[in-house]
């Protein structure tokens, strides 16, 4: 844990005064002083607290009360539209965190995810009340100013989410937590504002939760954005749901035979019911066409041992009841994109009833639960989600690496909705497999295989057989390209070179979107990033301060320039820099002044 106990600007204020540890207070008053509020309220992170160490015994319990006093201090006096005090949103967050099993660490900065936005808190005075990986965290979630960016900071925003997520992971986690709970809260915001929160939501965080694969988080949040887009079929399934007669003593006697089904074959396993979702059940009734809310009961087989032994389990059940045809998945042998790994099937159970049956072990489970979280709930396990030692960092790792090469933080944010949108499939060439959207063509793998590659592709055969550079692949499909670059190839001396505008009509891949674009900008005005502009802006002042002969050694003196320069950050004023709107000699004379002569 790197919470270290800073003694920053806003303990003293924000921390309730404790009495000194003295020899003449029992210690059973101490310890109560300690663990409770002055005045006698219930301490407001007893319950936060029970859950953290319900999942990690050992934890730091003290720096949860510190956190919390400090975010209660400083949102006090705002409101939620709800009209609740506005620190019980945070707090409500840090629960959701502490329930996925997160570390202390996330639900610290949980509790402070909106202080540095919203308050008078800053990012120092975290740093030093917290260290570096709170900073961190918060400063991930934390939104660009609207106000100074415009229209840009939203795709901004997610991007510097992203990026700051690609570092640690945990920036999601505490974003997505944060994302559900306003969604639980949207109740009191017009109908306008609630679908158009919804949709953003449904476009964005719930398939980047899907691809992180925290299943226990993609649920409610995919519940909760039905009850906000489909009010009517949500009430129509809770309707459903809460009223089946019979339902829970009919899932009994499937879970008992099951059971001795698979005792019988000798499988350790542990059967449990399984509920569908809200939003699983209204999908399938949609995609069904189905009058009334289509639910088959549903039991997960949790096996104890092997990858291997998940097949005996599942000839055990299918020896017990009639398999329906056509029903079999094997996500074992090949996971989804998302490394889950469980086998399904559906078979014909007791009265003729179809049932649904999820086998997988116990690793397999927790992973399926938890993705990216799971590390974090299991601090001890070194197991990996994918027995190849992949996990679901790598998706990112790879958006990570085409954000690199995008300007537009907008054209970013198109395509990562459209890389979460689409379904995934593998193909081979060079006797290695990619994946790609589906859909993708044999320029998408080219520049999937390098930006060279794709720039002077000129050919592709598919499955041996030559075929145009904009034929729609197959999952499994072999492929070759052919391009400028090969030996074997004769290029016509006056043919066009580079990538043909054209390319843009079909490719799927972001990545290939992304190097066109990039090709074609470079030939025009390049542009540039907000990122890109701190970085220059940055580099400038210290340009500037070196023909001073002077260096900086921390980034203080530069946020308290821009602190008394007006700019809402260190970052917005580096932009200006950057845009010459302010000139780096007039910062760096202020700069100077403000190190040599402070009040
Ligand atoms: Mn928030």
Redesign the pocket.
Known sequence: MDVDAGHGAALGRALPTQAPASKDIPLGKRLRSFLSFPGGDDDPVAKLTKTHRGIHPSADAGVLRRSYAIAENMHRGQMRKSGDPYIT??LA?AQICAELGMDTTTLVAALL??TV??TSYTLEALHSDFGPEVTHLVDG?TKFDKAFYGKAAEAETIRKMIVAAGKDVRVLVIKLA??L??MRTLDARSPASRARIATATLDVLVPLCDRLGIQALKRDLDDVVLYHLEPDSYARIDDHVQNRPGWQEYLAEVSAKARSALRRQRVTAEVTVRPRHYYSIWKDTVAGGHAVPFDLPRIAVIVDGPPTDCYAALGAIHGQWRPVAGRFKDFIASPKNNLYRSLHTTVTGPDGRLVEVLIRTEQMHRFSEFGVATTYRYPKSTETADPSGADQLSWLKRVLDWQQDTTDAAQFLASLRCDLAEAQITVFAHGQAFELPSGSTPVDLAYELSPDTGDQCLAATINGRLAPLSSPLRDGDVVEIFSEADDHVEVEPDAPRGPRREWLGFVKSSQAQMQINRYFDEKNEPGMSIADKVKLGRATIGLTLRKHDRGLASEVPLRRLAEELGYPDLETMLVAVCERNLEPDAVVEQLIALVDHPD
């Open positions: 949103h945070p967050v995810h909106d936005e919203d979630v944060d994302r709970h306003n």
